[in-house]
């Protein structure tokens, strides 16, 4: 199937279809698709907003060619049929939800802005812009089958709504539907990812102890973000409370101040390089008594908690050969009924255990006065590279990209952990030389290069059609 023909037709096709992919890339970033189980009712699980993304993703993929089913609402498929029928078939999956948008835009976050050749908004990256990618390699196959050139196998684009809180959607598909051949999920970096670190959420709560010079404490938008932005409202003259480093002041009103911290935000799995505002507040706190006893307990281990990124002064580091260092996040801080409440975000190597980090931190908690509780977990995921599925898509990735291309691991969670055969594998260049006003995902102006998503698509064509040619 694939050769120097093959590969002009397929040069050809981005070409020709490019500007159509950034205009459905922009409809997709146009849908605020947060989870809101508020507001979740039958057939909108994950709520009314994640739901108008999954719908909009749905008739993109009709519209493209493939044969859709909607899975109850929770997340959905599209088709090409291939010579296997449906119940043997090769898959992509990527999702439509977002983490929130947060604050700190210099760009309109949901639509999609072109600059210097660079797509910005919530989700190009991470990973709407990568799922209209999977569409369109889909398309190219969708068109050549009504030509008459049957797949071997059925091509899958799974259609995810709900990777970014709980990942429920796909034990939902894969109760319903044989597990696929292969799947890979274009939700990561370039060269190829064949293992996760072990996910691990848990919260902290504080005693009754919120009102007695702090009214209230407010900071993060999701546990699995690093927290960009932080406030306390406390009991003091604004005028006498200096400014400082992240720092500002204002009035809130009659002896009331307000203290709004600001940091770098990031995505829990990468630290590196951020600031979590959570720390930048509870030390100016600390630092200018603007906190009762039992206040101020707890703003020790928030101070704990952010001393680093690495659980070293939480006591909970760990590190392999695999996985590398885990990592431990604090990223949603708020006042609820008089107490304070904190997340906390890990994700580890395979020298450690959710047990182990769940016993550490309770005793952390009690040293301050706080009850700890887990909240989810999931093991490390580690699929071998050595795979013919795996290396076809590394011979992909080095021959467009003129570099070696071998597998690693990340402490990012992607789909693929929930496949018996699966990777994750790209589009993300890491190495890629990006200007300063290019934001990451999951922080303000995400953005990604034009280019390394047409390159992408190119790349993901050929390893799909590599991937048809395999005996599997």
């Given at each position: 199937m694939v050769n120097e023909q093959f590969k002009k037709d397929v040069d050809t096709f981005v070409d020709e279809v490019w500007e159509d992919v950034v205009a459905d890339i922009d409809r997709l970033v146009r849908h605020e698709s947060v989870e809101d189980l508020a507001a979740a009712e039958p057939g909108k699980p994950w709520g009314p907003a994640?739901?108008?993304?999954?719908?909009?993703?749905?008739?993109?993929?009709?519209?493209?060619?493939?044969?859709?089913?909607?899975?109850?609402?929770?997340?959905?498929?599209?088709?090409?049929?291939?010579?296997?029928?449906?119940?043997?078939?090769?898959?992509?999956?990527?999702?439509?939800?977002?983490?929130?948008?947060?604050?700190?835009?210099?760009?309109?976050?949901?639509?999609?802005?072109?600059?210097?050749?660079?797509?910005?908004?919530?989700g190009v990256q991470d990973d709407k812009g990568p799922f209209v990618l999977s569409l369109y390699a889909a398309h190219f196959f969708a068109r050549r089958a009504a030509a008459g050139e049957e797949l071997p196998y059925t091509l899958r684009c799974i259609i995810g709504n709900n990777e970014e809180t709980g990942m429920g959607d796909v034990p939902y598909y894969l109760e319903r539907y044989p597990e696929p051949l292969f799947c890979f999920s274009p939700d990561a970096d370039f060269p190829l990812i064949c293992g996760e670190k072990g996910l691990y959420q848990g919260r902290f709560t504080s005693g009754e102890v919120a009102g007695e010079k702090i009214v209230e404490l407010d900071g993060g938008t999701v546990p699995n973000a690093i927290c960009g932005r932080?406030?306390?409202?406390?009991?003091?003259?604004?005028?006498?409370?200096?400014?400082?480093?992240?720092?500002?002041?204002?009035?809130?009103?009659?002896?009331?101040?307000?203290?709004?911290?600001?940091?770098?935000?990031?995505?829990?799995?990468?630290?590196?390089?951020?600031?979590?505002?959570?720390?930048?507040?509870?030390?100016?706190?600390?630092?200018?008594?603007?906190?009762?006893?039992?206040?101020?307990?707890?703003?020790?281990?928030?101070?704990?908690?952010?001393?680093?990124?690495?659980?070293?002064?939480?006591?909970?580091?760990?590190?392999?050969?695999?996985?590398?260092?885990?990592?431990?996040?604090a990223g949603v801080v708020r006042t609820e009924g008089g107490r304070f409440t904190?997340?906390?975000?890990?994700?580890?190597?395979?020298?450690?255990?959710?047990?182990?980090?769940?016993?550490?931190?309770?005793?952390?908690?009690?040293?301050?006065?706080?009850?700890?509780?887990?909240?989810?977990?999931?093991?490390?995921?580690?699929?071998?590279?050595?795979?013919?599925?795996?290396?076809?898509?590394?011979?992909?990735?080095?021959?467009?990209?003129?570099e070696p291309a071998e597998a690693y691991t990340i402490g990012g969670g992607t789909y693929a952990r929930h496949f018996a055969r699966a990777c994750a594998f790209g589009p993300n260049v890491t190495d890629e030389e990006r200007p300063a006003w290019a934001g990451i995902e999951h922080g303000p102006d995400e953005a990604i290069s034009e280019e390394s998503l047409r390159q992408a698509l190119r790349i993901y064509i050929v390893a799909i059609a590599r991937l048809m040619e395999l005996d599997l």
């Amino acid at each position: 199937m694939v050769n120097e023909q093959f590969k002009k037709d397929v040069d050809t096709f981005v070409d020709e279809v490019w500007e159509d992919v950034v205009a459905d890339i922009d409809r997709l970033v146009r849908h605020e698709s947060v989870e809101d189980l508020a507001a979740a009712e039958p057939g909108k699980p994950w709520g009314p907003a994640s739901n108008a993304a999954l719908v909009e993703a749905e008739r993109m993929a009709e519209r493209l060619g493939l044969q859709v089913t909607d899975v109850d609402g929770r997340l959905g498929f599209g088709d090409v049929p291939g010579a296997s029928g449906p119940e043997r078939y090769l898959a992509t999956i990527a999702h439509t939800d977002i983490v929130p948008v947060g604050l700190g835009w210099s760009y309109p976050a949901l639509e999609v802005t072109r600059r210097e050749g660079y797509l910005i908004g919530r989700g190009v990256q991470d990973d709407k812009g990568p799922f209209v990618l999977s569409l369109y390699a889909a398309h190219f196959f969708a068109r050549r089958a009504a030509a008459g050139e049957e797949l071997p196998y059925t091509l899958r684009c799974i259609i995810g709504n709900n990777e970014e809180t709980g990942m429920g959607d796909v034990p939902y598909y894969l109760e319903r539907y044989p597990e696929p051949l292969f799947c890979f999920s274009p939700d990561a970096d370039f060269p190829l990812i064949c293992g996760e670190k072990g996910l691990y959420q848990g919260r902290f709560t504080s005693g009754e102890v919120a009102g007695e010079k702090i009214v209230e404490l407010d900071g993060g938008t999701v546990p699995n973000a690093i927290c960009g932005r932080a406030t306390a409202t406390v009991r003091a003259d604004a005028a006498t409370l200096p400014e400082g480093d992240r720092i500002e002041v204002e009035p809130a009103g009659e002896g009331l101040a307000r203290i709004v911290a600001t940091g770098i935000g990031g995505h829990a799995s990468m630290p590196e390089g951020t600031v979590n505002a959570i720390g930048v507040l509870a030390r100016y706190l600390l630092a200018h008594d603007l906190a009762g006893e039992g206040e101020r307990s707890f703003l020790e281990l928030l101070v704990t908690l952010t001393e680093d990124a690495y659980g070293r002064a939480s006591g909970i580091a760990a590190t392999d050969d695999k996985f590398g260092d885990l990592t431990c996040v604090a990223g949603v801080v708020r006042t609820e009924g008089g107490r304070f409440t904190q997340t906390v975000d890990c994700r580890y190597p395979t020298t450690t255990t959710d047990a182990a980090i769940t016993a550490r931190l309770e005793e952390l908690g009690a040293e301050r006065g706080c009850a700890f509780e887990q909240l989810s977990s999931d093991a490390p995921f580690y699929q071998s590279p050595d795979g013919p599925e795996i290396q076809a898509l590394l011979a992909t990735y080095a021959e467009y990209s003129g570099e070696p291309a071998e597998a690693y691991t990340i402490g990012g969670g992607t789909y693929a952990r929930h496949f018996a055969r699966a990777c994750a594998f790209g589009p993300n260049v890491t190495d890629e030389e990006r200007p300063a006003w290019a934001g990451i995902e999951h922080g303000p102006d995400e953005a990604i290069s034009e280019e390394s998503l047409r390159q992408a698509l190119r790349i993901y064509i050929v390893a799909i059609a590599r991937l048809m040619e395999l005996d599997l």
